[in-house]
């Protein structure tokens, strides 16, 4: 498929349906950048869908990681040295691209700016938006810190339960271990509501929504659905009735409450606390019908798998490489129209191509490493 040896029978149909709908949310999202003159329609649901796309993100991330986690926790074996043997294999899968495009940013940011980015440092440790929003370089890097620290933090904590409880059911220390982590992060979020006083939408997304300490719950949510979902706790005559439930709380946290007049600077315990649980509760129960999807091959299935396999790329490519580079290259601010909707579908391809040639010649042979025996 498109010079990539895939087996679309191997593949979760539903899954990849819900990656390529999110990583089209996010590109559609920071499109916006391009002109202040899309049509309002249009720019008000640019605005609404770039955090659709990361949460869809992090709960199927969290799903499908939070099933690798439990499989390894209940093995004998469970140690340090698992833990490691795990995290260097998700480092194989998202390190060397995140770092050649850090390197790719630089250059580009020396070359427009003729400076260094601003506390280049913290970016090589993931630490760019660790208690406040990382400056603008790198932009889209945020999320991937909060999955970094997500990784990272899960495992070793349910090694210190497994040493502290040797004789606890270990699905029990896996299931207490997620709840924790989402009360302890919803409980930043109200300390963040008590003390900081909300001006904007923008102002909740940069100091909230964008910040690791705040986040870091976001991904447990895909955890605890995986044990729901392992254990048949989700009867699957439900699937329909839950995934419209979910897709109906999607609609209404994204469309209908900004319809309604609901803004950040008049209900802020709402957007500070709320609705980011509820963004991904919504979300979470949409996943077990998408499991359960299984299409025939069509050229629609090869353009959603091609998406979803290249998302990751697409994720680092779009924003600050590829449009920061058409906007010094061609200025669009002031574009309208015509030539407005040309320039913008222009750099929905060219996203497409360059991110499935940085895909097969970078991310996947660099991938492909940690299953080579001199890697191991």
């Known amino acids: 498929m498109f010079g990539l040896a895939i087996d679309l029978n191997k593949r979760m149909h539903g899954l990849d349906i819900a990656r390529a709908i999110a990583i089209s949310l996010v590109v559609f999202a920071h499109s916006l950048w391009i002109s202040d003159f899309f049509p309002p329609v249009v720019s008000w649901l640019m605005q609404l869908s770039?955090?659709?796309?990361?949460?869809?993100?992090?709960?199927?991330?969290?799903?499908?990681?939070?099933?690798?986690v439990l499989r390894m926790l209940e093995k004998e074996d469970f140690s340090f040295s698992v833990i490691m043997d795990f995290l260097k294999r998700r480092w194989f899968r998202t390190l060397p691209n995140y770092y050649l495009i850090l390197f790719v940013n630089v250059l580009l940011w020396y070359l427009i700016y003729?400076?260094?980015?601003?506390k280049l440092y913290l970016y090589f440790v993931?630490?760019?938006?660790?208690?406040?929003t990382s400056p603008d370089f790198y932009r889209v890097s945020w999320s991937l810190a909060v999955e970094q620290f997500c990784y990272i933090i899960g495992p070793f904590t349910l090694l210190f339960l497994v040493k502290l409880f040797p004789k606890a059911n270990r699905r029990y220390l896996f299931l207490g271990m997620s709840l924790f982590m989402i009360a302890l992060f919803f409980g930043t979020r109200i300390y963040f509501n008590a003390t900081y006083e909300l001006t904007s939408i923008v102002d909740w997304n940069q100091s909230l929504r964008k910040v690791t300490i705040y986040r870091l719950d976001a991904i447990y949510y895909g955890f605890v659905l995986y044990y729901l979902y392992s254990r048949n706790c989700i009867a699957e005559k439900m699937n329909?009735?839950?995934?419209?439930?979910?897709?109906?709380?999607?609609?209404?946290?994204?469309?209908?409450?900004?319809?309604?007049?609901?803004?950040?600077?008049?209900?802020?315990f709402f957007f500070n606390v709320l609705y980011l649980p509820l963004n991904s509760i919504s979300i979470c129960?949409?996943?077990?019908?998408?499991?359960?999807?299984?299409?025939?091959e069509s050229l629609f299935l090869k353009w959603v798998?091609?998406?979803?396999?290249?998302?990751?790329?697409?994720?680092?490519?779009h924003y600050t490489v590829i449009l920061h580079a058409m906007k010094v290259l061609f200025p669009s601010e002031s574009l309208r129209g015509f030539s407005l909707f040309g320039y913008t579908f222009v750099y929905?391809?060219?996203?497409?191509?360059?991110?499935?040639?940085?895909?097969?010649?970078?991310?996947?042979p660099m991938t492909n490493l940690r299953d080579k025996k001199t890697f191991n």
């Not at 993931?126 to 406040?132: C, D, G, K």
């Not at 900004?258 to 600077?265: D, K, N, R, T, W």
């Open 50 to 68: 770039g955090t659709i796309g990361v949460e869809i993100f992090f709960v199927i991330s969290g799903f499908l990681i939070g099933k690798i």
């Open 126 to 132: 993931y630490l760019q938006n660790l208690t406040q």
């Open 240 to 268: 329909s009735i839950l995934f419209v439930c979910g897709v109906l709380g999607i609609f209404i946290l994204h469309i209908l409450i900004f319809a309604l007049g609901i803004q950040a600077e008049n209900h802020p």
């Open 114 to 118: 003729k400076e260094i980015p601003e």
């Open 285 to 296: 129960l949409t996943i077990p019908f998408l499991v359960g999807i299984k299409l025939r």
């Open 348 to 364: 929905w391809a060219l996203v497409v191509v360059l991110s499935y040639f940085f895909y097969r010649f970078f991310e996947k």
């Open 305 to 317: 798998t091609l998406l979803s396999i290249i998302s990751y790329s697409i994720y680092l490519l």
